[in-house]
């Protein structure tokens, strides 16, 4: 996860007042769900790639999760993520630690070990180490999440999260410039924002970003993988 990324969600969800959910616009419905000719962009801060394995396994170990997080919602979280993901086309299998155990191994699969680390994150909700093979969740940030805006749906957090590291095992390792797209971050840190089609629409939302992927970003992971 890119620092832009935890640095944008953190000012929204913390400094913001809490406030009733907000409807969908039919803009920001649109966006998710389709990719028009052009939209396809990044922040050129990274090249995506084809995935290393033709098909992911991600295992969660519970161990350390914040205590209004049950493992079976996270495992669910985890679940949609998966599920989303799958019009890319590299499937994506999700278990807990004691289902792993007794799993036999398939060649095919790549083994990713979902925990919960304060030390692997660096101050971000999540971040994913490829090389590790880990997806890293924060206590500590979800805890100041909830210090800081009780009344804000942590699981919506959680569920964004999961799903924009879930796309760099996939192959999608630059982040998008689209707004709405799970894959993007809002700017460059140099005063550039992200895209979208209403540009007033941004202001009407707490989190204008997609919890799960959209027509954009799995478009994307097709291309990467070479499944056009």
């Known amino acids: 996860m890119s620092w832009r990324f935890a640095a944008t969600a953190l000012s929204l969800l913390l400094a913001l007042p809490a406030a009733p959910a907000l409807a969908f616009s039919d803009t920001r419905a ?5 990719c028009l000719p052009g939209e396809v962009q ?3 801060d990274g090249r995506d790639a084809p995935s290393p394995h033709r098909a992911w396994l991600f295992v969660y170990a519970h161990a350390g999760a914040p205590d209004w997080f049950s493992a079976a919602q996270v495992q669910a979280v985890l679940q949609r993520a998966a599920q989303a993901w799958a019009p890319c086309g590299l499937p994506v299998q999700v278990m ?19 925990q919960w680390d304060d030390a692997a994150v660096r101050g971000n909700f999540a971040a994913a180490n490829l090389t590790q093979r880990t997806l890293n969740l924060s206590p500590a940030m979800f805890a100041l999440l909830r210090q800081r805006n009780p009344r804000h749906p942590a699981i919506e957090t959680l569920q964004m999260t999961v799903a924009h590291e879930m796309g760099h095992f996939l192959g999608l390792i630059a982040h998008s410039r689209r707004c709405v797209d799970v894959m993007s971050y809002y700017d460059d840190g140099k005063g550039t924002r992200c895209s979208l089609r209403d540009p007033a629409a941004l202001k009407a939302h707490v989190e204008y970003r997609s919890q799960l992927p959209t027509a954009c970003d799995i478009q994307r992971c097709r291309a990467a993988n070479g499944l056009r």
């Open 42 to 44: 990044t922040w050129n």
């Open 30 to 34: 649109q966006e998710i769900a389709q």
């Open 96 to 114: 807990d630690d004691t289902q792993a155990r007794t799993h036999k191994p398939d060649p095919a699969q790549g083994l990713v070990r979902v």
